[in-house]
C-alpha cells in the first residue's frame, strides 16, 4: 500500500509543480504574487475542451492551440492590468491579481456554466484508461504514463529555456537587477511577456492533464490548484524554478502520506505544517536564495 | 480634493442603497429566492433556480395568480452565512416578499432564519437537510416559519443502513464523507444504524469539498477489502469518487443519498458509476403524468436531465405559489396555510409525491431507491417499503 | 476650489453627525449592511497594524477572527457567559495566538512570512472543522444567543436583549470608535512611531535603538487582539458560525480594504471597508436594473477592483494614503533615519 499512496502522491505533486513554475517565473521576474495563475490554469482546461466539442480538433493539437491561446491571456492580462503598476507599491498590483482572478472565474462560470464538466472521453486515447503495466502492487495507467512524460519534458525543456537560451539568460538578469538588465539593452517588456506566456502555457497544460486524469472540469477549479501551487512555490523557494518543482512533489507526497497514515481530516494541514516547518527552518524556502532584510 | 470624489461616490452608493428596496409596486406578486449563484455551490443553485423557474413560467402561462403574474426574486448569497445574513435581512425588509423558496444550504439557511422568524416570513427549503434547522425554526410565539420539503440528513442515512442490511444482505461497508454538514450528518446517522443492523464498518475517510484527488483515501479504504462503498456527499465529488475507485481496482457497488442523485454524477464518472444504488424522493419510471412531463418539459428546455433538486424546488415553488392562490399574498397567512398542512390527507400532491410537514416544518416523505446500470438511473430490483 | 471645499466639508460632516441616526431612517437591511461595514473596518484596522505599519504582509488575519468568534460562539451557547465577559478574554487569547503565531516568524520576511501566516490561518480553519466535540465542526453553531445587558448580577431583575439590528449598530459603532481612537493613539506614541520606523528600514530602526522583537511581537498581540473582538462581535450578531466563514477569501478581502483605501492609514482602513462592502450590496441591487442577472455581480465586482488600482494604485483615496506621509512626525522620522545612516 505504501508504494501506491507514494506513486499517488508522486502524480499530484508533479501537477503542482506544473502550475507552481508558473507563479515561480513570475515572481522571479516582477516580484508579484500572480493570483490569477490558477484562473489560466482552469481556462487551459475549458479552452481544450470546447476546441475538441465545438471545432472538432484532435487531442494534441487541441492541447497546443489551448497553450497558445493562455499564452497570449497571460501576456494580455499582463499587459492591462499588471504593466501599468510597475512602479506602483508591490501590494497594489497583488490586489490587482486578486481581481484578475475573481473576474476570470466569474466571466468561464458564465461562459461554460457553474457545474462540473467531464472531459470529452471520446477524444483521449484508449490507452490512456488502460493500465499499461503493474509495478509491486502499484498498476500505472497510460495516463499516469503521460502525465511523466510530459511533466517531465516540460521540466527540462524549461530548464534548458531558463539556462541556454537568450532570452532566459534575459530572465534570469532581469530577477537579479531589473534595472542593470535593462541597461545592459534587455528589453524588459518583452522579457517580461515571454515569462507570462511560458508560464501561462505552462498552466494551462496543467489543466488539461488535471481535467484528463480526474475527468471533471470547473469554473472553481483554479482556486484549490492555484493556493496549492502557491504554497509549493514558496515551500520550495519563491523565484526558483527547481524548487516549484521540487516544492510541488514534497507537497504533494506529504498530502498523500498525510491523509493516508494520519488523518484524512487534516489532509490539507499536514501539506501546510510541512510547509510551514521547512519555511521556519530554512526562511527562504528549500532552494531559494537567501534574500535577507530588504532595506 | 480627491478624498472629496470619493466622497461623493460613497455618498451616491448609500443613496442607492437607501432606494434600492423603493422598488415599484407592480401588478406582481413577487416570492424570493435565495441561494448560490456565484462562487463553488453556484452548480447547485442553478438547479434550484431551473426548478424555480419553470413553475413559475407554467402558472403564469395558466394567467398567473388570481389574475396577477407571479415574479421570482432571485438573490446570489454564495452559500456563505455572512452573504445569507444580508439577503436575508433585505429579504425580510421587503414586504412585497410574500414567501421564501430557499436556502439552498443549510448553514445560509440557519444563518439568514432569524430574520425571517423576527419579520414574519415562511422560507421553504427545497435542499436544506441539517437536522439542526428543525429546531431553531420556531419564534418565541411557537410558530413555524421555516418548512422543507427535503428529508433530514438523519432520515436517508438510516434508511440506506437499512437497505444495506435488510434488503441486499452486506456485512463489510466502508464509509467516505464530505467534510461538510451535510456529509457528517448522514454518515453520523449511517454509522449508528448500521451498527444497530450489525454491519461491520471497515474504513471511515473524510475528504474536502471541491477537492479532486481521492486516491489516498480510497487506497486505505482497498486495504480493507470492503464490500461496499458508502459516499455521503455531493455528486460533482462522488462522481470522482468512484471514477477513482476503479481506477485503483475497487469495483464494489456504491452508495450515496440524495447528493449523488444528479444526472452528472454518470456524466463525470462514467462507466464507473454503475452499480451506485441512491435514496430518491421519486422514481421517473413510476411517477404520476405530471411527473413525466415535467421532466419531458425540463429536459427541452435546459438541455440536460432533471435532478431532485430541480424537482424539489419545483415543488416547492408549487407549495407557496399554491397557499398565495388560497390566501393572496399575506405572509402570515402564507404561513398559517402551509403549517396547516401537516396530515397525509392535506398533502400537497407534487411530482416529487405527497409532501405535507409535521410541527418543525420538516417534510414526511417516502423514499425510492434507484441505481445505476448502463449509464442510466433505473428503480432498483429491491425497494424499501415500511 | 474654496467653496467646493467647503460645502463638502459640511456635507461630510453633516454625514458623519448624520451616521449615528442611520437607523431612524432606514430599513433593517440598510443598517445590516451598515454593521457588517463596521465589522470590516475593525478587522482592517487591525489588519492594518501589520502591512501597514510594519510592512510585514498578513495573508492570515481571518484566523484570529475566527478564534474571537468561535470563543464567543461556544462560551455563550454552552456556558452562558455575559458578551461583556467573552469580550477581555477572546481579545487575550487572540492576542496570545497572535504572539504565538509571530514569534516563529519573527526573522522571516516578504512572502515567506506571507505564507506561514496563510498556513497558519488554513490550519486554524482546519482545526474548527474537524475538532467537532469542541467546535460541532461543519455543522456549525446555531443559536448562539444574543448580546444582552442585564443587571441580574447587581440583583435588579432587569434585563435588554440585543433582538434587532439597532442595538447591535450602536455596540458596533461604539467597537469601532474605541479602536478608531485607540489606533489614533498608538500612531502619536512611541510605539507607533516604531512601528513606521520598523517600515521604512528595519535595520536603521534597530540601530536607532527600536528593538525588533519587542515591538513586532507587540504589533502581533495587538493587531490579533482587535481581530478577536470583531469575532466576539460577529459571533453574537449573527448567531450562527460555521468554519466557512473564515475562509481564505476573508484575508484578501480585508487586505484589499486596507490597499483600496491608502496602506498604512487608520481612515483608509474604514473607507476601504465601507467602499468593498458597500460595492458588493450596491451591486447586487443595481445590476438587476440594468438587465443583467444576478450571477454576474462578482464579474463586476473583479472589474471594479482591477479598474480601482489601474487608475488608483495608491488606493482610492490617495490624499488619505498621503497624509501619513506628510505628517510632521514621518518627515522628522525620515530626517532621523537618513541623518543616522549617513553619519
Given at each position: 500500500?505504501?508504494?501506491?499512496?507514494?506513486?499517488?502522491?508522486?502524480?499530484?505533486?508533479?501537477?503542482?509543480?506544473?502550475?507552481?513554475?508558473?507563479?515561480?517565473?513570475?515572481?522571479?521576474?516582477?516580484?508579484?504574487?500572480?493570483?490569477?495563475?490558477?484562473?489560466?490554469?482552469?481556462?487551459?482546461?475549458?479552452?481544450?475542451?470546447?476546441?475538441?466539442?465545438?471545432?472538432?480538433?484532435?487531442?494534441?493539437?487541441?492541447?497546443?492551440?489551448?497553450?497558445?491561446?493562455?499564452?497570449?491571456?497571460?501576456?494580455?492580462?499582463?499587459?492591462?492590468?499588471?504593466?501599468?503598476?510597475?512602479?506602483?507599491?508591490?501590494?497594489?498590483a497583488l490586489i490587482t491579481a486578486i481581481g484578475v482572478s475573481i473576474f476570470l472565474q466569474n466571466i468561464a462560470m458564465i461562459i461554460w456554466g457553474s457545474r462540473p464538466v467531464p472531459f470529452v472521453r471520446a477524444a483521449v486515447p484508449k490507452v490512456f484508461g488502460e493500465t499499461v503495466f503493474t509495478l509491486g502492487s502499484v498498476n500505472v495507467s497510460g495516463l499516469q504514463l503521460f502525465i511523466y512524460a510530459v511533466t517531465t519534458a516540460m521540466m527540462v525543456g524549461l530548464t534548458l529555456i531558463i539556462n541556454k537560451t537568450k532570452v532566459g539568460t534575459a530572465m534570469r538578469a532581469l530577477a537579479q537587477n531589473p534595472v542593470s538588465?535593462?541597461?545592459?539593452?534587455?528589453?524588459?517588456?518583452?522579457?517580461?511577456?515571454?515569462?507570462?506566456?511560458?508560464g501561462s502555457s505552462l498552466g494551462a497544460v496543467a489543466g488539461i492533464l488535471v481535467g484528463m486524469y480526474y475527468n471533471?472540469?470547473?469554473?472553481?477549479?483554479?482556486?484549490?490548484?492555484?493556493?496549492?501551487?502557491?504554497?509549493?512555490?514558496?515551500?520550495?523557494?519563491?523565484?526558483?524554478?527547481?524548487?516549484?518543482?521540487?516544492g510541488g512533489v514534497v507537497l504533494g507526497v506529504a498530502e498523500t502520506l498525510g491523509a493516508g497514515y494520519v488523518s484524512s481530516q487534516y489532509r490539507d494541514g499536514l501539506g501546510y505544517a510541512v510547509m510551514i516547518a521547512v519555511i521556519l527552518l530554512r526562511p527562504s524556502g528549500l532552494l531559494g536564495k537567501s534574500v535577507g532584510q530588504k532595506a | 480634493m480627491k478624498f472629496k470624489h470619493g466622497l461623493v461616490v460613497a455618498l451616491a452608493m448609500a443613496a442607492f442603497l437607501a432606494v434600492g428596496n423603493l422598488v415599484l409596486a407592480a401588478d406582481v406578486i413577487k416570492i424570493a429566492v435565495p441561494t448560490p449563484l456565484t462562487g463553488p455551490a453556484a452548480g447547485y443553485g442553478d438547479n434550484v433556480k431551473a426548478?424555480?423557474?419553470?413553475?413559475?413560467?407554467?402558472?403564469?402561462?395558466?394567467?398567473?395568480?388570481?389574475?396577477?403574474?407571479?415574479?421570482?426574486?432571485?438573490?446570489?448569497?454564495?452559500?456563505?452565512?455572512?452573504?445569507?445574513?444580508?439577503?436575508?435581512?433585505?429579504?425580510?425588509?421587503?414586504?412585497?416578499?410574500?414567501?421564501?423558496?430557499?436556502?439552498?444550504?443549510?448553514?445560509?439557511?440557519?444563518?439568514?432564519l432569524p430574520n425571517y422568524l423576527r419579520a414574519g416570513v415562511a422560507a421553504l427549503s427545497p435542499t436544506a437537510t441539517n437536522v439542526?434547522?428543525?429546531?431553531?425554526?420556531?419564534?418565541?410565539?411557537?410558530?413555524?416559519?421555516?418548512?422543507?420539503?427535503?428529508?433530514?440528513?438523519?432520515?436517508?442515512?438510516?434508511?440506506?443502513?437499512?437497505?444495506?442490511?435488510?434488503?441486499?444482505?452486506?456485512?463489510?461497508?466502508?464509509?467516505?464523507?464530505?467534510?461538510?454538514?451535510?456529509?457528517?450528518?448522514?454518515?453520523?446517522?449511517?454509522?449508528?444504524?448500521?451498527?444497530?443492523?450489525?454491519?461491520?464498518?471497515?474504513?471511515?475517510?473524510?475528504?474536502?469539498?471541491?477537492?479532486?484527488?481521492?486516491?489516498?483515501?480510497?487506497?486505505?479504504?482497498?486495504?480493507?477489502?470492503?464490500?461496499?462503498?458508502?459516499?455521503?456527499?455531493?455528486?460533482?465529488?462522488?462522481?470522482?469518487?468512484?471514477?477513482?475507485?476503479?481506477?485503483?481496482?475497487?469495483?464494489?457497488?456504491?452508495?450515496?443519498?440524495?447528493?449523488?442523485?444528479?444526472?452528472?454524477?454518470?456524466?463525470?464518472?462514467?462507466?464507473?458509476?454503475?452499480?451506485?444504488?441512491?435514496?430518491?424522493?421519486?422514481?421517473?419510471?413510476?411517477?404520476?403524468?405530471?411527473?413525466?412531463?415535467?421532466?419531458?418539459?425540463?429536459?427541452?428546455?435546459?438541455?440536460?436531465?432533471?435532478?431532485?433538486?430541480?424537482?424539489?424546488?419545483?415543488?416547492?415553488?408549487?407549495?407557496?405559489?399554491?397557499?398565495?392562490?388560497?390566501?393572496?399574498?399575506?405572509?402570515?397567512?402564507?404561513?398559517?396555510?402551509?403549517?396547516?398542512?401537516?396530515?397525509?390527507?392535506?398533502?400537497?400532491?407534487?411530482?416529487?409525491?405527497?409532501?405535507?410537514?409535521?410541527?418543525?416544518?420538516?417534510?414526511?416523505?417516502?423514499?425510492?431507491?434507484?441505481?445505476?446500470?448502463?449509464?442510466?438511473?433505473?428503480?432498483?430490483?429491491?425497494?424499501?417499503?415500511? | 476650489m474654496s467653496k467646493n471645499s467647503t460645502a463638502f466639508k459640511i456635507l461630510g460632516?453633516?454625514?458623519?453627525?448624520?451616521?449615528?441616526?442611520?437607523?431612524?431612517?432606514?430599513?433593517?437591511?440598510?443598517?445590516?449592511v451598515a454593521v457588517l461595514v463596521m465589522v470590516y473596518a475593525v478587522l482592517a484596522m487591525g489588519l492594518n497594524v501589520l502591512p501597514g505599519f510594519c510592512d510585514l504582509l498578513d495573508l492570515g488575519y481571518v484566523g484570529f477572527y475566527g478564534i474571537g468568534a468561535y470563543t464567543a460562539g461556544i462560551l455563550s451557547l454552552n456556558h452562558g457567559v455575559s458578551f461583556w465577559v467573552i469580550v477581555p478574554g477572546a481579545v487575550a487569547l487572540g492576542a496570545l495566538c497572535g504572539v504565538l503565531r509571530g514569534a516563529p516568524t519573527l526573522r522571516l520576511s516578504g512572502d515567506y512570512f506571507a505564507i506561514v501566516t496563510f498556513g497558519f490561518t488554513e490550519l486554524v480553519v482546519l482545526f474548527l472543522t474537524n475538532e467537532i466535540w469542541l467546535t460541532r465542526g461543519p455543522l456549525g453553531l446555531p443559536g448562539i444567543p444574543p448580546v444582552a445587558v442585564s443587571l441580574e448580577w447587581l440583583g435588579i431583575d432587569w434585563r435588554y436583549d440585543f433582538l434587532s439590528e439597532v442595538p447591535y449598530y450602536y455596540l458596533a459603532l461604539f467597537m469601532m470608535a474605541v479602536v478608531y481612537v485607540a489606533m489614533c493613539r498608538i500612531e502619536d506614541s512611541r510605539l507607533g512611531r516604531a512601528w513606521l520606523a520598523i517600515k521604512e528600514d528595519p535595520l536603521a530602526a534597530a540601530s536607532c535603538g527600536v528593538n525588533l522583537m519587542t515591538f513586532k511581537t507587540v504589533a502581533f498581540a495587538f493587531s490579533a487582539g482587535v481581530g478577536a473582538a470583531a469575532g466576539c462581535f460577529m459571533a453574537q450578531w449573527s448567531m450562527f458560525l460555521a468554519p466557512d466563514v473564515f475562509k481564505f477569501w476573508e484575508s484578501f478581502l480585508v487586505l484589499c480594504m486596507i490597499v483600496l483605501g491608502g496602506l498604512g492609514n487608520i481612515n483608509g482602513a474604514i473607507v476601504g471597508s465601507v467602499v468593498l462592502i458597500a460595492l458588493g450590496e450596491v451591486l447586487r441591487v443595481v445590476l438587476p436594473n440594468f438587465g443583467l442577472p444576478a450571477e454576474t455581480r462578482f464579474l463586476a465586482y473583479g472589474l471594479?477592483?482591477?479598474?480601482?488600482?489601474?487608475?488608483?494604485?495608491?488606493?482610492?483615496?490617495?490624499?488619505?494614503?498621503?497624509?501619513?506621509?506628510?505628517?510632521?512626525?514621518?518627515?522628522?522620522?525620515?530626517?532621523?533615519?537618513?541623518?543616522?545612516?549617513?553619519g
Open positions: 500500500m505504501f508504494e501506491q499512496q507514494l506513486f499517488n502522491g508522486l502524480t499530484l505533486g508533479l501537477i503542482y509543480a506544473l502550475i507552481a513554475v508558473g507563479y515561480t517565473m513570475v515572481y522571479g521576474v516582477i516580484e508579484l504574487i500572480n493570483f490569477a495563475h490558477g484562473e489560466i490554469y482552469m481556462l487551459g482546461a475549458f479552452l481544450c475542451i470546447t476546441f475538441i466539442q465545438a471545432l472538432g480538433i484532435p487531442l494534441f493539437p487541441a492541447i497546443a492551440l489551448s497553450m497558445a491561446c493562455c499564452a497570449a491571456i497571460g501576456v494580455f492580462i499582463d499587459r492591462i492590468a499588471y504593466k501599468p503598476l510597475r512602479k506602483a507599491p508591490r501590494l497594489a538588465a535593462a541597461l545592459m539593452g534587455i528589453n524588459v517588456d518583452r522579457v517580461i511577456s515571454f515569462t507570462f506566456a511560458l471533471t472540469i470547473s469554473a472553481t477549479m483554479g482556486y484549490n490548484a492555484g493556493v496549492k501551487a502557491f504554497a509549493a512555490a514558496v515551500l520550495g523557494g519563491i523565484g526558483s524554478v527547481p524548487g516549484a518543482m521540487l | 426548478g424555480v423557474a419553470m413553475k413559475i413560467e407554467e402558472i403564469n402561462a395558466k394567467g398567473g395568480v388570481n389574475g396577477k403574474k407571479i415574479e421570482a426574486v432571485y438573490f446570489d448569497e454564495q452559500c456563505d452565512p455572512k452573504e445569507a445574513a444580508t439577503v436575508g435581512t433585505k429579504i425580510a425588509g421587503d414586504k412585497d416578499l410574500v414567501a421564501i423558496v430557499g436556502h439552498l444550504c443549510s448553514g445560509a439557511h440557519l444563518a439568514a439542526n434547522i428543525s429546531e431553531k425554526g420556531k419564534d418565541a410565539k411557537g410558530q413555524t416559519w421555516s418548512f422543507r420539503n427535503v428529508y433530514r440528513d438523519d432520515f436517508q442515512g438510516v434508511f440506506l443502513a437499512d437497505y444495506m442490511a435488510k434488503a441486499l444482505g452486506l456485512k463489510k461497508v466502508a464509509v467516505f464523507f464530505a467534510n461538510s454538514d451535510y456529509g457528517i450528518g448522514l454518515k453520523d446517522a449511517f454509522l449508528k444504524q448500521a451498527k444497530a443492523n450489525g454491519l461491520t464498518i471497515v474504513g471511515e475517510e473524510a475528504y474536502q469539498e471541491k477537492s479532486t484527488d481521492f486516491t489516498p483515501q480510497l487506497t486505505k479504504i482497498k486495504g480493507m477489502a470492503p464490500e461496499a462503498l458508502f459516499i455521503a456527499g455531493y455528486y460533482a465529488e462522488g462522481s470522482l469518487i468512484a471514477d477513482q475507485a476503479k481506477k485503483l481496482g475497487m469495483d464494489v457497488p456504491k452508495f450515496g443519498a440524495d447528493g449523488l442523485d444528479n444526472a452528472d454524477y454518470i456524466k463525470l464518472a462514467g462507466p464507473a458509476g454503475d452499480n451506485t444504488y441512491l435514496t430518491t424522493p421519486f422514481l421517473a419510471e413510476t411517477a404520476g403524468p405530471e411527473a413525466k412531463a415535467f421532466i419531458d418539459a425540463y429536459k427541452a428546455k435546459f438541455k440536460r436531465d432533471v435532478d431532485w433538486m430541480s424537482a424539489n424546488a419545483y415543488d416547492a415553488a408549487g407549495m407557496v405559489i399554491e397557499a398565495i392562490s388560497k390566501v393572496g399574498p399575506d405572509r402570515a397567512k402564507v404561513r398559517e396555510y402551509l403549517a396547516a398542512i401537516n396530515t397525509k390527507d392535506k398533502a400537497y400532491k407534487g411530482i416529487t409525491g405527497l409532501t405535507y410537514f409535521n410541527d418543525k416544518g420538516d417534510c414526511e416523505k417516502p423514499a425510492y431507491v434507484k441505481m445505476v446500470k448502463g449509464g442510466q438511473f433505473v428503480p432498483a430490483e429491491k425497494q424499501m417499503t415500511k | 460632516l453633516a454625514l458623519l453627525l448624520a451616521f449615528p441616526f442611520l437607523p431612524v431612517i432606514s430599513s433593517e437591511y440598510v443598517v445590516h471594479i477592483m482591477i479598474l480601482i488600482m489601474r487608475f488608483k494604485p495608491g488606493g482610492l483615496f490617495p490624499t488619505i494614503a498621503a497624509t501619513s506621509k506628510k505628517s510632521r512626525l514621518i518627515l522628522e522620522l525620515k530626517a532621523r533615519l537618513q541623518a543616522e545612516r549617513t
